[in-house]
């Protein structure tokens, strides 16, 4: 008997079954449909010894000290400042926009002060910000929104930026000075021996037992446990009985390429003319030296695995439905970027299946992160002859 299935062996499966079974001194049984662990951030060394990610570049970066924390007790990291080129009018030059690529881009000398001028010149000012068409022409006008991010966005989406919610492309900044980092978060580095090392020994635990190549479908037919944690598409969970909850795909195109080098920077964004929209290379990401290099095209896809919820009035509404399926669920907890139908990074993630942890034990969150079951258990009596089961919080 188990005390959790736990649906799915990404960040918001593996947190939650390291908590339970480091902090809880839960039995814990996690399973993945797939035949590896570490859910979209796995990575593994290629058939040329090349370590990649299997699905498509993951960076970590987050402001959160607790996440930050927690992580670093299962890894090492290696620091590292993401930095992306985009190739428009057959340039390769800053995205997130700044004062270079302005310059760059018109074969100008602006300063930080002159190109606040020219944004404030160029920008379509909107009253309410709404979708992500909004947000780009309000900050950066319609010509740059063209040659940076409706073709990068219609490709990526299989949307035009006026039909999705101004978070989507919110979450690329627009700055005056020259800083060129794609993100500014206080946190930000790879862990030094790759993810998968990472999720390995957070599942390093006598209480936990995985199982890989097997739908939880298939696997509650022959195992009983307490309560459930599922981390899939919540619409798949129930049946779909609402319809489908739609969800974008891509398909990686992995190559080795025979050089040292292969492109200029980590991530070439390609908003305009190829079918693809980014190219990463991984070396960059890892630090690895290898004489060969490793990089990935990603092909947005309406079809296949599904990587991103499409944040939409409409489909906000659905999961809204489905929301409600899922809280009258009391012996599943739903926790995750497919879950909870978000798009959210693996720094949230992690803080999200923190703070379900610490509320399935009645702990806050920094609490949650750092409580470690005491071995052997000290036992203490609280004077009615039965035992407390005793927490010890490590700093
Ligand atoms: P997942 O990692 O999707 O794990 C869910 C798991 O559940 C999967 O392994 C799946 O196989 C399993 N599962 C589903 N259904 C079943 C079933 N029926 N039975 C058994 N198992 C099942 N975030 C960042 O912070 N930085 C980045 O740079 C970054 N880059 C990204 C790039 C791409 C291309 C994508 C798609 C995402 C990126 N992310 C990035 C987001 C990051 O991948 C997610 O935030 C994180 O992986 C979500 O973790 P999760 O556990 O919720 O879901
Ligand atoms: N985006 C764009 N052009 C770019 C980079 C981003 O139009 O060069 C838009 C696009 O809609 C994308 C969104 O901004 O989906 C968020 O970009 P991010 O790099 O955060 O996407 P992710 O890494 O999550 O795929």
Known sequence: MFDYLIVGAGFAGSVLAERLANGSGKRVLICDKRPHIGGNA??????????????????FHTNSADVFEYLSKFTEWRDYQHRVLAEVDGMRVPIPINLDTINKLYGLKLNALEVKD?????????????????????????????????????????????????????????????????????????????????????????????VLNSDYNELVKEVSFREMIYT???????????????????????????????????????????????????????????????????????????????PQPENAELYKKYEKLAEARSDVHFVGRLATYKYYNMDQIVAQALTVYGKMEGLKRKEAANVRRAVPTVVYSNGNGKSNGFLETVS
């Open 118 to 210: 020219f944004f404030d010149k160029v920008r379509e000012k909107r009253e309410h910000v709404k979708t992500s068409e909004d947000v780009v022409v309000n900050a950066v006008g319609r010509e740059l929104y063209e040659k940076f991010f409706r073709g990068y966005t219609r490709k990526q989406w299989g949307l035009d930026p006026s039909e999705l919610d101004a978070s989507v492309t919110a979450r690329v900044p627009t700055r005056t000075n020259r800083d060129d980092r794609y993100f500014t978060d206080t946190f930000q580095a790879m862990p030094k021996h790759g993810y998968t090392r990472m999720f390995e020994r957070m599942l390093e635990n006598p209480n936990i037992t995985i």
């Open 42 to 59: 796995y990575d593994f060394y290629n058939d040329d010894g090349i370590l990649i990610h299997k699905y498509g570049p993951h960076i």
């Open 232 to 310: 899939g598409p919540v619409d798949a969970f129930f049946n779909y009985r609402y319809g489908k909850l739609p969800y974008r795909s891509l398909e990686f195109k992995h190559e080795t390429r025979d050089v040292e080098v292969f492109q200029e920077a980590p991530v070439v964004n390609y908003p305009n003319g190829q079918p693809y929209t980014r190219v990463t290379e991984f070396k960059y990401l890892t630090g690895q030296t290898h004489p060969k290099t490793g990089i990935v095209y990603e092909y947005p896809q309406a079809e296949g695995d599904p990587y991103y919820p499409i």
